[in-house]
């Protein structure tokens, strides 16, 4: 941060801060892409950062309430071939959720109820309570909360394969590997869980497997190439 100030207006005070220039966002990122991809190392210390700051912000009592693409800005090295493997003749930047779980739940202009039929799909049946009072539950799943309706999507797994394996693949890509990817699975699950005090805050999740084996590694391999 290099500078901080206040700015008095009708809907209150706003703190500000100035920080050095970034090059662009995730979402320019992704616009700019063809592949529309990272290449692995660049996705897990991107995550990685992400996760950090993340936790860092909640230390201080600070809650970022809208994080999404437009605001991950990125500070390229001095070297872009960490972007851009000399191996690969595509244009890999793209957005960290495809790796992560921006592909988690599908549709366009949702309706609340196509949205809880899109978290029930994904993470399970809604809490007892929950359950009884979602009265379209029945549109899409029987009592026991498994699906009888052609409509319904697809699983975690198949969206993954779909949305993240296939695309890298047909570009000529690497593959999240099984155990990356269970170790994946594991913390976004509880960091999408239906009780907001039982999800894995951003502090734990730094803790998480994934984590400790795949993403915080790489973004250390990557901050001694610079």
């Known amino acids: 941060m290099l500078d901080e100030f206040v700015i008095k207006g009708p809907n209150g005070e706003h703190q500000c801060v100035v920080t050095a220039p970034a090059s662009m966002s995730l979402s ?4 700019a892409s063809d592949t529309r991809l990272f290449q692995l190392p660049v996705a897990r210390a991107v995550a990685a ?12 009592g600070i809650v970022h309430s809208d994080i999404h693409l437009g605001n991950i800005l990125l500070h390229f090295s001095k070297s872009i071939d960490n972007f851009y493997p000399t191996s690969s003749t595509h244009n ?8 992560l779980c921006a592909t ?13 039929k899109e978290h029930v799909t994904v993470l399970g049946r809604l809490l007892p ?22 409509e319904l999507g697809s699983p975690w797994a198949e969206r993954f394969e779909k949305f993240v394996q296939k695309p890298r693949r ?13 170790a994946l699975f594991t913390m976004l699950k509880t960091m999408l869980v239906f009780i907001p005090g039982e999800r894995l805050t951003a502090e734990e999740a730094l803790e998480a497997q994934w984590m400790k084996e795949w993403a915080l590694p790489e973004l250390e ?3 001694k190439m610079r």
Do not use: Y
């Not at 047909?170 to 269970?182: I, L, Q, R």
């Open 28 to 31: 320019d990122a992704r616009e």
């Open 49 to 60: 950062q992400l996760i950090q700051v993340v936790a860092f912000l909640h230390s201080r």
């Open 92 to 99: 890999t930047v793209g957005r960290i959720a495809r790796l």
């Open 104 to 116: 988690t739940f599908e549709g366009f202009a949702l309706t609340p109820d196509w949205m809880t």
């Open 170 to 182: 047909e570009c000529g890509m690497e593959e999240v590997g099984n155990e990356e990817k269970a």
């Open 129 to 150: 309570e929950w359950w009884e009072k979602w009265d379209a539950h029945l549109q899409w799943f029987n009592e026991d909360g498994t699906r009888n309706h052609w």
């Open 221 to 223: 391999r990557m901050r």
